[in-house]
């Protein structure tokens, strides 16, 4: 079975934003209004972090992309009380916005706060209906969303090889962040597959992963420099 | 045996009277909750209709009011059987005026606070999801399974004790007989039912005490079983069940304070009881300062910097005013007034009481906001400010609570009638005879 | 949908491309239930990609549009277009939601009420066209052609700006405008070397790179080559790989992924670069050759009249001790130093001057001290310097048969020529435009077309353009959306969104190598919208003959066709196609290999709408005189095109006298004398409020220009740095905030003598103190539900300030104040 | 009439009791039902059930207990009842 992950090169991304606006097209994520916003409901599933590091004038400022991490070890899974949020056999953790009946626990249960909440049945204007992905599910009011590393594409990536009769490729399946990011910073492939990108990046001696002490093993791997 | 009944009642009347006589300000109390509660409803149905949306939560504060109160009703309610609990067994014979309003309290508050995990559902038309695919490795579904078996039990252990007390109502003919027949199960206070009544609470006196404890250890669970910093920590389960006695026992003497005023019982509920639960409430309010203490000392002293940002969020940041409002509320007020015995009275008691409810409802918000307010991953801080839906549904949650006192005191005697009976009629002698039992033989001390 | 799709696939035994042949084959053999059969009929939902180019702003990025049944569902960079490699900036994702945005003009409209008014009437495409030719016409028989004003808001180099001065041209009127003018911001180059163009610097050949301001990241030409190029040299383990340092006043998107961030006093570059010079040039680290062989005033020179002048060296070793331009820029010496040095040991070393450089009252002065270190390095032309690009061998229009009308009118003056002393050097003035306007000078305006663009949210002082607008009895909007401008016209023609119509770019500024993108339709037109050149096309064939000759299409494709047609007879570069490298082509080409080999022209139309563009990565080698085109023919540091510049305004001004000379150069804003006029330096930025904080605007690349503000995800993105989304915000620094009792996310007022505007504070040490940063985009009075209303607009903070050489706003000009709001 | 009409509401009474405790039993039957249920689900799901069977280890018993003290109060009760009545008739 294919364990998929990323790698994300902190060196070369330079948090232009174009992951975030990529993966809210690609998604459907709603958009919330002002009001909504001011209130800090703002949904993202690729989220971005600033860290300031060091004293004026040496300042250093790391920009992180945030995606879902997809932990080997979900904290979030363990505790929803009705099977809504689960992890497959290829390691994503997926949710059932069918099922979900909106308590937050994974969220407050997520360390890494990478899940987000429909606090109001997601409007669009008509126009923008006509222009959503139809491979995507729109997802309701009072349901738990998150990054998906865009398992839709995986299905049809699937579809293909099978197609073909021939085994995914690296490079093949990849989320719309990866696929778009301007700066080559995000990587995705297969942990498995000793030959990908991604498992080559996982093991060098520039990969950490976010709070590898709380044993959640992301499958988000972050490369930088350690200077 | 005629005549001795009557004679009896007589001398209890005071108790019977709130069930008897009705006055214009009891309907008009009513009438007032019940305007209350339907406004809560309406507020409630409008946010099940537009979403959670209407209420203050947001994205790093996924948790607000609801689960605070959710935590602290349930606290209350562990006045109640818990303490009448221990009181029986331990055969604190003034307890016997005060049991009935604990267990009653127990009930009502345990529903109420039941409730609340189903107010912050997202989508409470799918909480029978649970059901049909529900996870029982959830503390969530933990908590659903703990309190069910907490309100069965209490209310179990609310209702056997007053058997013999529904029977009397029965004898005494008037309004409902058939009612009471229902519920006093043939009682004739033979005997044999005496001896399987008082084995049966024997029993659960004995299972309620574990299954109260269980309870707010599930509910601090929720927290603990999280990776999260201020909420993964071992002491939750016993540091939540202290904080719930405590705040129960607060509780209860509200409860008690306002009866004894507004139903006259001073010549039931003395300045005595009072005096002892709030011995009571000393201890718990020192050895809550106790576990808080050792709460933070851990944190503090381990430094791990994601719990320090939650410890200083909490000392020094936008919740500071309420963390130290809690040390006021639930140490300074309740220790000055409870270890004078000038500030002892029962007005003190009450302005004691008042502030451990408040310092463990903030106790409870201190607990849920900060953590969830500090995410890690240098992402912002949260700030919740709770919206009028919420302030709304808590207020309804209270009325609910003085309603359901005031409908229970119209139906039964909030004061167990045959509890007190047996005290005047055989306590005395028992409790000699008990003391006696504790005393050296004189034969064994000359030896 | 998804789930059914494939349980269908899964009867039909999994094969995509089965659907259509499986639908009526299997239907005996296999039990398939009707439901899915009326799915599968109703198609499977086709999946097309068409390439276009991204029209959200001007770097001219290659996308690929991803349709769903044809519609659009996605975007995402074109990988084969060698500008952007697949890369795309946020913005460009939401170029459909302009497509689909709710708020589009649907079709032309007529203004009812009074200006700014709000109320239109629906009026038919002919009645229109109708209203504006007879008035053109009208006007051009009494002689007046001259009157009527284009500006093209759409700065982006391409065929529609030839377009349009083409039929201005014909028509007979010289008021064609596009703005804000590129060539504004190449007269620093064009003083020193020569060059109407904008450098491409070769940062992949660099070790060392020096930016004064320039976000090259972020506000950028094209931020996203850049972004590809940064990329590329992170490539490389930190000891090896280029170092980056960023001189700039906030910690920018460049600043924040530079090695080291230098903060500056706003205004004050132009004394650092002069300061490095000094070093440079005191420890000889410059390049001596270059200097010797190439340059023109290094060392004191005596002219042809005997007269002495003092060289660059000297003027910078008098005035540009670094512990002087330390107390200017508030850069320590030491800093200066070790910049320096860095500079002059790691060759190849290159400068690069920007936005925050450029946008000040001494811009000019500025971008000419760091382009002079360039020259200093010997940067011109090398690897790993600074580069200018051939221009595409495109067909040039038709050459024009001025009728009378035309060449009356064409003789008269600009509207936008400055009638005192300044802007002697600007290609266009949008400050002497608007005053000009309102004086009536040298002749009013009568009708005035404006396409794209918004001058009254982008521009200083705009309500004074406001007020000009009102003046002019015909006002011309080509837009897609109704905005704060269209508000005061008379008349809005719909123009099509980036993703229905054709066009055709080439060279965006700053980027390495010759290319022209090819924008083309996705999709039908939603609406009853033109495109603006067809509309064009249109009118002069309505005005006359003469106009109409001058461009003979039918259609604005079929000029395309046409300008395109001799890329293909010329036999340069390539389509752009898959896995094609530079240096392959490179390699081909010198071996007289051509990798495009195209039977017909018809094919390479083909394949160039197919593919989206064509590019040439090979540049002529280039003769000295083609390199340096002053008059020396020689790299100026004395810069005798200023000289002459200025002598002329003197000589308008009445005779060459050192009385008028100083009135000029007080007109001009110049506090200098003497030779060191004409050289790089530092100028100081005169503030005459007495306000305690600099006030610096920036575009973000969730919304460049302001644009995208009606663009829902981008205005929830908006400031995604800082988690501010629908807001707009303003960053200090924590002692700066200490100081006026401000803590992070308060709400603040800043306040200038102009006005005020009421943010959200965000305190971090990205910021220099004593500066406030507030990002320019939001603070919209129109423009639709998703921009009216939200955030504000720091340029209404700014006072009317230009650098008085070139025209450009002075952005960093102003000084400000900031409280507590309540 | 009087005789018979007491007699019926006694009868009436005392089957509305015995609803009551069945509705009890009915619960806790219902209880150990979804909780087998879950388990169920989670030994299917290979999702950890070791603690799904551990919480039901501990829950089940309790709701057992309570309906059984339940049952055995009020056939306690009745018991003596018809005893007491039978005395009552012997008098």
């Known amino acids: ?227 | 045996m005629n005549e001795e009944t009557k004679n009896t009642v007589d001398i209890d009347e005071a108790l019977y009277r709130p069930i008897y006589e009705t006055g214009k300000s009891f309907y008009f109390a009513v009438g007032f909750l019940l305007f209350i509660i339907g406004f809560t409803l309406v507020v409630y149905i409008r946010q099940v209709y537009y979403g959670l949306g209407v209420t203050g939560m947001n994205q790093p504060v996924t948790w607000g009011f609801y689960i605070v109160n959710f935590v602290f009703f349930v606290g209350i309610s562990h006045a109640g059987t818990l303490i009448s609990a221990i009181l029986r067994l331990s055969k604190a014979e003034w307890r016997r005026p005060i049991t009935r309003m604990a267990e009653v309290i127990t009930a009502i508050v345990l529903a109420i606070g039941g409730l609340h995990p189903i107010i912050d559902l997202g989508r409470p038309d799918r909480v029978l999801n649970i059901f049909t695919a529900g996870r029982l490795q959830s503390p969530l579904l933990w908590d659903v399974t703990s309190i069910t078996a907490y309100f069965t039990a209490s209310t179990v252990y609310l209702y056997l004790p007053m058997i013999p007390d529904i029977a009397k109502l029965r004898d005494r003919g008037g309004k409902m007989v058939w009612f009471y027949e229902f519920l006093s199960w043939g009682w004739h206070g033979t005997e044999h039912q005496k001896k399987v009544l008082s084995r049966a609470i024997n029993i659960l006196m004995v299972m309620v005490i574990p299954i109260a404890i269980s309870v707010h250890t599930v509910i601090s669970y929720i927290f603990s079983m999280t990776l999260q910093p201020g909420w993964h920590s071992t002491i939750f389960g016993p540091y939540f069940v202290v904080g719930a006695i405590f705040s129960g026992i607060a509780a209860l003497m509200i409860v008690m304070i306002s009866f004894r005023k507004y139903f006259h019982l001073e010549n039931y509920l003395k300045l005595v009881h009072f005096r002892h639960l709030g011995t009571l409430l000393l201890i718990m309010s020192l050895l809550w300062f106790y576990f808080t203490f050792s709460e933070y000392l851990t944190g503090v002293f381990g430094a791990e910097p994601h719990e320090m940002d939650v410890i200083f969020y909490k000392f020094t940041g936008t919740y500071a005013i309420f963390f130290w409002g809690m040390v006021v509320c639930n140490f300074l007020i309740p220790v000055v007034i409870l270890a004078f015995k000038k500030f002892k009275t029962i007005p003190g008691i009450l302005i004691a009481s008042i502030s451990v409810v408040i310092g463990m409802w903030l106790e409870r918000l201190n607990i849920v906001i900060p953590s969830l307010a500090n995410p890690r991953m240098g992402l912002d801080m949260g700030m919740y400010t709770p919206s009028f839906t919420e302030w709304t549904l808590f207020i309804g949650g209270l009325a609910v609570f003085v309603l359901g006192f005031l409908v229970f005191s119209k139906f039964f005697p909030i004061i167990s009638i045959w509890e007190i009976e047996e005290g005047r009629k055989e306590s005395v002698k028992e409790v000699e005879k008990r003391v006696t039992s504790y005393l050296p033989d004189p034969a064994n001390s000359v030896e | 949908m998804e789930i059914q799709r494939r349980d269908f696939l899964k009867l039909l035994g999994g094969a995509s491309g089965a659907i259509a042949l499986g639908l009526y084959g299997c239907r005996n053999s296999i039990d398939v239930p009707e439901r899915l059969i009326e799915l599968a009929k109703r198609g499977p939902g086709i999946e097309s990609w068409k390439n276009t180019i991204c029209g959200q702003c001007p770097a001219g990025c290659g996308v690929s549009v991803r349709m769903i049944d044809g519609i659009p569902v996605y975007i995402k960079g074109n990988p084969n277009y060698p500008v952007n490699r697949g890369g795309m900036c946020p913005s460009g994702h939401s170029a459909l939601e302009m497509l689909f945005n709710p708020d589009r003009i649907k079709n032309p409209q007529k203004r009812i009420g009074v200006e700014g008014s709000r109320k239109w009437e629906k009026i038919s495409w002919d009645n229109s066209l109708k209203i504006v030719s007879d008035k053109m016409k009208e006007l051009r028989n009494s002689g007046l052609a001259h009157q009527v004003a284009f500006l093209n808001g759409n700065a982006q180099n391409g065929l529609m700006d030839k377009h349009f001065a083409q039929f201005m041209n014909a028509y007979g009127s010289p008021n064609y405008y596009s703005f804000p003018s590129i060539k504004n911001q190449t007269v620093p180059y064009n003083l020193l070397q020569g060059v109407e163009q904008i450098p491409a610097y070769d940062l992949l050949n660099a070790k060392y790179i020096l930016s004064f301001g320039s976000n090259f990241l972020e506000e950028g030409y094209s931020p996203i080559y850049y972004t590809k190029i940064y990329s590329q040299l992170r490539d490389q383990s930190v000891e090896r790989r280029t170092r980056l340092v960023q001189i700039d006043s906030r910690m920018s998107l460049t600043a924040a992924n530079a090695d080291r961030w230098v903060p500056i006093k706003p205004g004050t570059y132009a004394a650092l670069a002069l300061g490095v010079a000094y070093v440079l040039i005191r420890e000889e680290l410059y390049n001596k050759n270059f200097v010797q062989t190439s340059t023109f005033g290094f060392n004191d020179w005596t002219d042809s009249r005997g007269k002495s002048h003092i060289g660059f060296m000297k003027n910078v070793i008098n005035n540009y001790y670094p512990e002087e331009v330390s107390k200017i820029t508030g850069v320590p010496a030491e800093t200066i130093l070790q910049i320096a040095r860095d500079l002059g040991n790691n060759k190849p070393s290159v400068v690069l001057g920007g936005q925050g450089a450029e946008d000040n009252t001494n811009g000019t002065f500025t971008q000419m001290a760091i382009y002079s270190l360039n020259a200093l390095l010997g940067n011109i032309e090398k690897e790993g310097g600074v580069y200018f690009v051939d221009v595409p061998p495109l067909a040039e229009l038709p050459s024009i048969v001025y009728d009378e009308a035309a060449r009356s009118g064409l003789e008269k003056t600009k509207v936008a020529e400055s009638n005192d002393y300044t802007y002697p050097l600007a290609d266009f003035s949008f400050d002497a435009f608007t005053k000009n306007i309102l004086n009536d000078k040298p002749y009013p305006v009568s009708v005035l077309f404006i396409y794209k663009g918004n001058p009254l949210f982008q521009t200083l002082n705009h309500h004074e353009f406001a007020e000009a607008l009102k003046k002019i009895p015909l006002v011309v909007s080509f837009d897609s959306c109704i905005n704060e401008t269209s508000e005061y016209a008379d008349l809005i023609l719909p123009d099509h969104t980036s993703l229905e119509k054709w066009d055709a770019f080439s060279n965006v500024p700053s980027v390495g190598f010759t290319h022209v993108g090819i924008q083309q339709p996705v999709i039908n037109p939603l609406y009853d919208t033109k495109n603006t050149a067809d509309v064009i096309l249109k009118l002069s064939s309505m005005i006359g003959q003469s106009v109409a000759n001058a461009l003979p299409f039918d259609t604005y494709e079929k000029e395309i066709r046409f300008s395109v047609e001799k890329l293909y007879t010329s036999g340069e570069g390539a389509i752009v196609t898959e896995g094609v490298k530079g240096a392959w082509l490179e390699y081909l080409q010198q071996r007289g290999w051509q990798i495009g080999r195209y039977n017909s022209f018809d094919e390479f139309w083909k394949l160039i709408t197919e593919n989206g563009g064509w590019w040439n990565p090979i540049r002529k080698q280039k003769k000295v005189e083609d390199l340096f085109k002053t008059s020396s023919g020689k790299f100026e540091f004395y810069s005798k095109n200023l000289e002459e510049a200025i002598n002329n305004v003197v000589r308008k001004a009445g005779g060459e006298s050192s009385e008028n000379m100083k009135k000029v150069l007080q007109a001009l804003n110049i506090h200098t004398e003497g030779d060191a006029v004409f050289l790089p330096h530092y100028e100081v930025v005169s503030i005459e409020e007495n306000m305690p904080l600099y006030l610096v605007t920036y575009n973000l690349l969730t919304n460049r220009d302001g644009n995208s503000s009606n663009q829902p995800m981008m205005q929830e993105l908006f400031g995604y740095t800082v988690h501010e989304h629908w807001n707009t915000w303003a960053e200090i620094n924590p002692v700066t905030a200490k100081a006026n009792g401000i803590s992070d996310k308060n709400l603040i007022w800043v306040e200038s003598p102009l006005g005020s505007i009421k943010v959200t504070a965000r305190v971090n040490p990205g910021i220099m103190p004593g500066v406030v940063s507030v990002p320019f985009g939001m603070g919209h009075t129109s423009y639709g539900r998703y921009a009216k209303g939200i955030g504000s607009n720091p340029v209404s903070l700014m006072k009317n300030k230009y650098d008085k050489l070139n025209g450009i706003p002075a952005l960093q000009a102003t000084k400000v104040k900031i409280s507590l709001a309540n | 009439m009087k005789t018979i009409n007491n007699e019926l509401r006694d009868k009436i009474i005392f089957a509305a009791q015995l609803v009551s405790i069945s509705l009890i039993w009915l619960l806790v039957i219902g209880i150990i039902f979804w909780i087998s249920n879950l388990i169920y689900l989670s030994v299917d799901l290979k999702d950890s059930p070791g603690i799904s069977i551990g919480i039901s280890l501990v829950a089940i018993p309790v709701f057992i207990t309570l309906a059984s003290i339940l049952t055995y109060v009020f056939v306690g009760f009745h018991r003596e009842k018809k005893k007491h009545l039978n005395t009552d008739s012997g008098n």
């Open chain 1, 1 to 227: 079975m294919p364990k998929w992950a990323m790698a994300i090169d902190l060196d070369k991304c330079t948090g232009c934003g174009d992951c975030m606006a990529a993966c809210k097209l690609e998604n459907n994520v709603a958009i919330v209004d002002a009001e909504q916003a001011a209130d800090d409901r703002v949904m993202l599933w690729m989220d971005m972090m600033t860290i300031y590091e060091g004293e004026y004038p040496n300042i250093k400022l790391k920009r992180i992309p945030k995606p879902c991490f997809h932990c080997d070890n979900p904290p979030c899974i363990k505790v929803c009380p009705v099977h809504a949020t689960y992890k497959n056999e290829e390691g994503l953790v997926a949710q059932i916005y069918n099922r979900c009946i909106g308590c937050r626990y994974c969220m407050a249960a997520c360390p890494y706060t990478a899940k987000v909440f429909n606090w109001y049945e997601p409007e669009w204007a008509d126009e923008f209906k006509t222009c959503m992905n139809p491979d995507v599910s729109l997802r309701m009011k009072g349901v738990v969303e998150k990054c998906s590393f865009c398992a839709h594409r995986l299905q049809k990536v699937k579809e293909n090889a099978r197609a073909d009769d021939r085994e995914i490729s690296d490079g093949e399946y990849s989320p719309a962040c990866a696929d778009s990011c301007p700066a080559e910073a995000i990587f995705f492939g297969d942990l498995e597959n000793k030959e990908s990108k991604v498992f080559k990046l996982s093991n060098s001696p520039r990969a950490f992963r976010e709070l590898e002490d709380l044993g959640t093993i992301p499958k988000v791997f972050y490369l930088s420099e350690k200077e």
